[in-house]
């Protein structure tokens, strides 16, 4: 009797019908919005030079001799040899070889993975000490803040304490 329609369909009300095959595809997955697709750099390209150094910022460059010993669980980036594209790998899973060539196993957000052969790859892998050092900041920020610790206040607001408060230790500067 009537068509199925998409919940994103049914609050916009959208009446054209090629809007709503679009807007259909990007709900079952067929297709993506410009704006949440991974931006895939080029290294031939001069004028994202700047953005390639940008994306490999908290990266290392690994041997070819050493990417067979990459563990899993490590971020991965990778440029192509040949195309010259950088592409944003993800997590490594696993290492397999299929049919004589030797394949990375990679996922993304542990829901979507791809396999992608090693030959033919720059390889870079994220440093996760300062991730780690990063990680663990964030965590005792929010515990401090669920114990009751941390307040947030807007710009327009004043503290109800006085910088000596926040700290165990403090120093008096005298100038």
Do not use: W
């Not at 690994?62 to 980036?77: A, G, K, M, T």
């Not at 990063?134 to 004043?158: F, P, R, S, V, W």
Request: contains cysteine.
């Amino acid at each position: 009797m009537f068509n199925k329609l998409n919940d994103k369909t049914a609050i916009t009300g959208l009446q054209n019908e090629e809007l709503m095959n679009t807007e259909k595809k990007i709900m079952f997955g067929g297709g993506q919005p410009a704006k949440n697709k991974a931006r895939v750099y080029n290294i031939n390209n001069d004028e994202e030079g700047e953005d390639i150094k940008k994306a490999l910022e908290k990266y290392f460059r690994i041997e070819d001799r050493h990417v067979d010993i990459l563990p899993s669980n490590c971020v991965v980036r990778y440029l192509d040899k040949e195309t010259g594209e950088l592409k944003f790998g993800g997590k490594v899973v696993k290492h397999t070889e299929y049919k004589g060539a030797k394949y990375l196993l990679l996922t993304k957000y542990n829901q979507y993975f791809c396999k992608i052969r090693k030959s033919n790859r720059i390889f870079f892998v994220r440093d996760d000490e300062d991730y780690k050092i990063e990680n663990e900041e964030k965590t005792t920020i929010h515990q401090l803040y669920k114990a009751g610790k941390l307040k947030l206040i807007n710009d327009h607001e004043e503290p109800d304490m006085e910088p000596a408060d926040y700290f165990d230790e403090h120093f008096i500067i005298d100038d």
